[in-house]
């Protein structure tokens, strides 16, 4: 039997019949044409598929669609505002913290959650706080320098942390 | 890959979701955070017929200070039990244990309680509860810990039995879990917890069997008064592990005894 799902994702509102066995990424990516959370694996482990559940990093492949019943949900194309790129995807950006690309949505999601938690992490806390994400191109170094950048970026404007968990354009 | 069709169903009190249970009959089970359940239905390891999703019962995510006791209910998030003030000052053992379940993501959804039922033998909660001598609420009765892991994903549950609370007592002396893993978030190839309490030690073991297990031959040794490292030798007493692509049973047993030893003087704040 199909079921109702109402959400907010990145600020808009969208509504569905579905079936219980869809798994939330597969609604962001069929239903919504949200291509841009990712899938890496089948065993919850990977974090490409990371986006936020009412302000909480969350893996997307593990959560059934009809559980975002009436939540608010943000993913990688509710970073960006008005054309200019979010501080964390700027920072990504400019120190290089990606090659191939596949991981960038699920860390820049968990990035986002670790600074509205922890504004000035260590490199300690980033490496712990993004544990649940895997990379197999980079090294994870420069993907720990983006994530320092982008919390000096943030603590000097704070206004851009703000847009993080609201969502919406 | 895509879980096998299901009926779904919301329960927003206990009652309701153990009438849902009946209703859905054998093959249906609790949803709670979904960590260890989703990804056993990705693979098409379970195929539930019915799902009931807890996570509406308010009630069921709460952490109460009841005397010596503390109360943490089923639906309480590892990232809730890590970050509690009241875990912190009553059993900081536990919210040690709650920092180093699985990842971020992981934290923010899996729970107390399913962590528990799904009685992995690498769980980390259910070591805790048995070392301690916890209780398991349900809906129907209060299971002794030591009653409830029966074997591999095996529990003393009923059907239509839903875990409410776990009950630990309050102990706040010198603590240690050491937790022997690959990678951070991975699971313990081998765990050992360690907590003095009422003069004495309590050491658990997680994932050296199909259950969590208590080294009794290592408290008695300590309570006789041998050393961290003689006492340690017995942490192995009795265990028959089985092999597994990242340890096979002698290097389990090596590892309970090393991580006994560990344990036992980081908590006293050695190293
Ligand atoms: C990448 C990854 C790493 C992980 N690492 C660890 C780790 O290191 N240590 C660890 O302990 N766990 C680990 N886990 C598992 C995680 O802690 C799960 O959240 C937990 O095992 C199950 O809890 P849940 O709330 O997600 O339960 P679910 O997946 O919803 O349920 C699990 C089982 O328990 C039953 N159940 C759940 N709640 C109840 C209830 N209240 N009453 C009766 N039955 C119930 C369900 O029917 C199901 O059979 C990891 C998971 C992942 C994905
Ligand atoms: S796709 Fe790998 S964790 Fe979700
Ligand atoms: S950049 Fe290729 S997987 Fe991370």
């Given at each position: 039997?199909?079921?109702?799902?109402?959400?907010?994702?990145?600020?808009?509102?969208?509504?569905?019949?579905?079936?219980?066995?869809?798994?939330?990424?597969?609604?962001?990516?069929?239903?919504?044409?949200?291509?841009?959370?990712?899938?890496?694996?089948?065993?919850?482990?990977?974090?490409?598929?990371?986006?936020?559940?009412?302000?909480?990093?969350?893996?997307?492949?593990?959560?059934?669609?009809?559980?975002?019943?009436?939540?608010?949900?943000?993913?990688?194309?509710?970073?960006?505002?008005?054309?200019?790129?979010?501080?964390?995807?700027?920072?990504?950006?400019?120190?290089?913290?990606?090659?191939?690309?596949?991981?960038?949505?699920?860390?820049?999601?968990?990035?986002?959650?670790?600074?509205?938690?922890?504004?000035?992490?260590?490199?300690?806390?980033?490496?712990?706080?993004?544990?649940?994400?895997?990379?197999?191109?980079?090294?994870?170094?420069?993907?720990?320098?983006?994530?320092?950048?982008?919390?000096?970026?943030?603590?000097?404007?704070?206004?851009?942390?703000?847009?993080?968990?609201?969502?919406?354009? | 890959?895509?879980?096998?069709?299901?009926?779904?169903?919301r329960a927003s009190s206990?009652?309701e979701a153990?009438?849902?249970?009946?209703?859905?009959?054998?093959?249906?089970?609790?949803?709670?955070?979904?960590?260890?359940?989703?990804?056993?239905?990705?693979?098409?390891?379970?195929?539930?017929?019915?799902?009931?999703?807890?996570?509406g019962i308010k009630?069921?995510?709460?952490?109460?200070?009841?005397?010596?006791?503390?109360?943490?209910?089923?639906?309480?998030?590892?990232?809730?039990?890590?970050?509690?003030?009241?875990?912190?000052?009553?059993?900081?053992?536990?919210?040690?244990?709650?920092?180093?379940?699985?990842?971020?993501?992981?934290?923010?959804?899996?729970?107390?309680?399913?962590?528990?039922?799904?009685?992995?033998?690498?769980?980390?909660?259910?070591?805790?509860?048995?070392?301690?001598?916890?209780?398991?609420?349900?809906?129907?009765?209060?299971?002794?810990?030591?009653?409830?892991?029966?074997?591999?994903?095996?529990?003393?549950?009923?059907?239509?039995?839903?875990?409410?609370?776990?009950?630990?007592?309050?102990?706040?002396?010198?603590?240690?879990?050491?937790?022997?893993?690959?990678?951070?978030?991975?699971?313990?190839?081998?765990?050992?917890?360690?907590?003095?309490?009422?003069?004495?030690?309590?050491?658990?073991?997680?994932?050296?069997?199909?259950?969590?297990?208590?080294?009794?031959?290592?408290?008695?040794?300590?309570?006789?008064?041998?050393?961290?490292?003689?006492?340690?030798?017995?942490?192995?007493?009795?265990?028959?592990?089985?092999?597994?692509?990242?340890?096979?049973?002698?290097?389990?047993?090596?590892?309970?005894?090393?991580?006994?030893?560990?344990?036992?003087?980081?908590?006293?704040?050695?190293?």
């Amino acid at each position: 039997m199909k079921h109702k799902v109402a959400t907010t994702v990145n600020g808009r509102q969208h509504e569905h019949e579905v079936e219980p066995r869809l798994l939330l990424v597969h609604y962001l990516r069929d239903n919504l044409g949200l291509t841009g959370t990712h899938i890496g694996c089948d065993t919850s482990q990977c974090g490409a598929c990371t986006i936020l559940v009412d302000g909480k990093a969350v893996k997307s492949c593990t959560m059934f669609a009809v559980q975002a019943e009436g939540r608010s949900l943000v993913t990688i194309e509710g970073m960006a505002k008005g054309g200019e790129l979010h501080p964390i995807q700027q920072a990504f950006w400019d120190e290089h913290g990606l090659q191939c690309g596949y991981c960038t949505p699920g860390f820049i999601m968990a990035a986002a959650y670790l600074l509205e938690q922890n504004p000035n992490p260590t490199e300690d806390e980033i490496r712990k706080g993004l544990e649940g994400n895997l990379c197999r191109c980079t090294g994870y170094v420069n993907i720990v320098k983006a994530v320092q950048s982008a919390a000096k970026t943030m603590s000097a404007t704070p206004a851009k942390k703000a847009t993080v968990t609201a969502g919406g354009n | 890959m895509i879980p096998a069709a299901f009926e779904y169903a919301r329960a927003s009190s206990v009652e309701e979701a153990s009438k849902l249970l009946k209703k859905f009959g054998e093959d249906a089970k609790v949803l709670a955070g979904g960590h260890s359940l989703i990804p056993l239905m990705r693979l098409r390891l379970a195929q539930p017929a019915a799902l009931i999703d807890i996570n509406g019962i308010k009630e069921l995510d709460h952490i109460k200070e009841d005397g010596q006791k503390l109360r943490v209910g089923a639906l309480t998030r590892h990232v809730t039990i890590h970050n509690s003030a009241v875990v912190k000052a009553k059993l900081p053992l536990l919210a040690e244990i709650a920092s180093e379940v699985g990842d971020n993501q992981v934290r923010n959804m899996g729970t107390m309680g399913g962590v528990i039922a799904h009685a992995d033998a690498a769980g980390d909660y259910p070591t805790l509860a048995l070392m301690l001598d916890a209780d398991i609420v349900t809906n129907q009765r209060t299971i002794p810990a030591r009653d409830f892991f029966k074997d591999l994903f095996t529990t003393a549950l009923g059907p239509d039995e839903v875990v409410t609370e776990v009950v630990f007592p309050v102990a706040n002396g010198p603590h240690k879990y050491v937790k022997f893993r690959r990678r951070l978030f991975d699971w313990a190839i081998v765990g050992v917890a360690a907590q003095k309490m009422n003069g004495g030690w309590r050491i658990g073991l997680t994932n050296v069997g199909p259950t969590p297990v208590r080294a009794n031959a290592v408290e008695e040794a300590l309570q006789k008064g041998a050393k961290a490292e003689e006492a340690a030798q017995h942490a192995s007493d009795g265990l028959d592990p089985a092999g597994d692509l990242r340890a096979s049973p002698e290097y389990k047993k090596h590892l309970a005894r090393v991580l006994t030893k560990r344990a036992i003087n980081q908590a006293e704040g050695h190293q």
